[in-house]
């Protein structure tokens, strides 16, 4: 059965740091892209970095210069290292993997960025 877990979310004060990870499992396909989406409070689903099977990423204007996303391809596993975090980053964070058949999702990791 498909699955992507993540983990590494929490509660971290404004200019912190979390490093997110999402391990992928039970998908039969090739992995063409891997991304992290986020939701904040009364806020839709936003996408907030990607990155393809070559490596080429892709970040939202929000979050770049702050956020770096990697992959381990061997692994089937992305990261997602957050610096300088502000309050506006609290949200869910929601993995995501595209291959030529479908989508999968992950459940979610809760980030919180407060004092």
């Known amino acids: 059965q498909a699955q992507l877990a993540e983990s590494g979310g929490g509660l971290v004060q404004p200019g912190g740091s979390l490093r997110l990870s999402c391990a992928a499992s039970?998908?039969?396909?090739?992995?063409?892209?891997m991304s992290w989406y986020r939701q904040g409070p009364g806020k839709e689903r936003e996408l907030v970095a990607a990155?393809?099977?070559?490596?080429?990423?892709d970040y939202s204007d929000s979050v770049k210069g702050r956020f770096t996303i990697s992959r381990a391809n061997s692994k089937n596993t992305v990261y997602l290292q957050m610096n300088n975090l502000k309050p506006e980053d609290t949200a869910v964070y929601y993995c995501?993997?595209?291959?030529?058949?479908?989508?999968?999702w992950g459940q979610g990791t809760q980030v919180t960025v407060s004092s």
């Open positions: 039970g998908i039969g396909f090739n992995i063409n892209v």
């Open positions: 990155i393809r099977s070559g490596g080429i990423t």
């Open positions: 995501n993997a595209v291959t030529s058949f479908g989508g999968y």
